[in-house]
């Protein structure tokens, strides 16, 4: 019964930023982690973060660490993708996703997924 909507998504040129949200349906929202993740054109879902309900800790991709940075307001039942210093590669539909925990298994991008997003679409391009 969960939805999920992400926005933020656009055009933006190399070295720029996007602020993307995934905003949850209800207060039943904050009682999951929430994953980011991304598909490039030609490209196999990869995870780009995750911020965990159980102890509040955020992890990364290494690909994208130092430059993306995720965060929660519960109060709006959102949780937040900031991207940073962006490249051309970086280019995807990025989905949210509420998740039962931050825990990933190899070649199961959707371990312990319980809902997903419809996507956002970042373009980085000049």
């Known amino acids: 019964q969960l939805q999920l909507v992400e926005s933020g998504g656009g055009l933006v040129q190399p070295g720029g930023s996007l602020r993307l949200s995934c905003k949850g349906s209800g207060d039943r929202f904050n009682d999951y982690s929430i994953g980011w993740f991304r598909q490039a054109p030609g490209k196999e879902r990869e995870g780009v973060s995750c911020?965990?309900?159980?102890?509040?800790?955020?992890d990364y991709a290494d690909s994208v660490k130092g430059r993306f940075t995720i965060s929660r307001d519960r109060s709006k039942n959102t949780v937040f993708l900031q991207l940073n210093s962006l490249k051309p590669e970086n280019t995807a539909v990025y989905y949210c996703?509420?998740?039962?925990?931050?825990?990933?298994?190899?070649?199961?991008?959707?371990?312990?997924?319980?809902?997903w997003g419809k996507g956002t679409r970042v373009t980085v391009s000049s």
């Open positions: 911020f965990s309900r159980r102890d509040g800790s955020t």
């Open positions: 996703a509420a998740k039962y925990s931050c825990v990933t298994k190899p070649n199961n991008v959707a371990f312990d997924v319980r809902s």
